[in-house]
């Protein structure tokens, strides 16, 4: 039997209901129902105190629970259906503060925040969602600068000796993405696209990458679009040609992009 609860978050300019139904529940203790509620209201409401409010009525959340995991959440992923949905293969027993300080979560709802694209663009949502849980996380106090630093710096360096081992065009890559495992590289590719993309919209707009997807949300937010046309809009957004620009830049790039330790350093103040 699914439970069914509404989050209702008020900000200063708006306010929006989110109405959530859960599955899988029913497999957990009260206590650790409870946990995960706790969790996914969490979680929403961190992404939105950032990103701004989630444009959606209705989110569905289906349960996974594991009696085994090295890790709090091994997998999840979002379906892209009549009700939009994140599925969660969570380990049963993880606490509270931990479930709180895994990154998958707020990576899953940012994908909430922009369309589902074809294959071949699945660099830019990956990216986006990459960059942003880091982001969200760091300006939620989850983490500290340093280990955003850290984090990024590392990821940055898997995706370099990805690109050694899955060799083409970025875009092909990403179309082959679960079929050869080049995660690293489509990921952080694809993130370090968005880090480009939010220096250049400090220096010349004096705008930042999570103003633009805030302001995405209230214009333009589609649950499936063309990757071309999300880039146009973020253009629009930023008054600006510099997603456009990268873009073309990167769909074709068959190198890894340097990303210096001063750049990371500058998008964490």
């Known amino acids: 039997m699914k439970i069914i609860f509404i989050l209702l978050f008020v900000f200063s300019a708006s306010s929006w209901s989110v109405e959530i139904t859960w599955e899988g529940l029913n497999t957990f203790s009260e206590s650790q129902q409870?946990?995960?509620?706790?969790w996914v209201h969490f979680g929403l409401k961190t992404n939105q105190t950032v990103l701004g409010d989630l444009k959606i009525h209705n989110l569905h959340i289906?349960?996974?629970g594991l009696y085994f995991a090295t890790e709090p959440v091994p997998w999840a992923f979002v379906k892209r259906e009549n009700v939009e949905a994140i599925e969660l293969h969570v380990y049963r027993y993880a606490s509270l503060e931990r479930l709180k300080k895994d990154w998958t979560l707020y990576h899953e709802i940012v994908h909430l925040y922009h369309p589902r694209f074809a294959t071949e663009h699945f660099w830019i949502s990956e990216g986006l969602a990459t960059y942003l849980q880091n982001i969200i996380m760091m300006k939620a106090n989850i983490i500290t600068k340093q280990e955003f630093r850290s984090r990024l710096s590392a990821g940055f360096e898997r995706g370099k000796q990805s690109t050694r081992k899955h060799i083409g065009k970025l875009s092909s890559i990403s179309d082959e993405m679960w079929s050869t495992k080049a995660y690293q590289r489509v990921y952080w590719s694809g993130a370090a696209f968005f880090l480009e993309a939010d220096l250049a919209l400090r220096e010349k707009n004096n705008k930042t990458l999570v103003e633009v997807?805030?302001?995405?949300?209230?214009?333009?937010?589609?649950?499936?679009?063309?990757?071309?046309?999300?880039?146009e809009a973020l253009d629009a957004i930023s008054q600006s040609a510099i997603f456009s620009t990268l873009f073309a830049k990167y769909r074709n790039r068959q190198d890894f992009p340097i990303v210096s330790a001063e750049q990371i350093r500058q998008v964490s103040q």
């Open 62 to 64: 289906d349960f996974k």
């Open 213 to 231: 997807i805030q302001n995405y949300q209230n214009c333009c937010r589609k649950k499936s679009d063309s990757a071309a046309h999300f880039i």
């Open 34 to 38: 409870s946990t995960m509620r706790n």
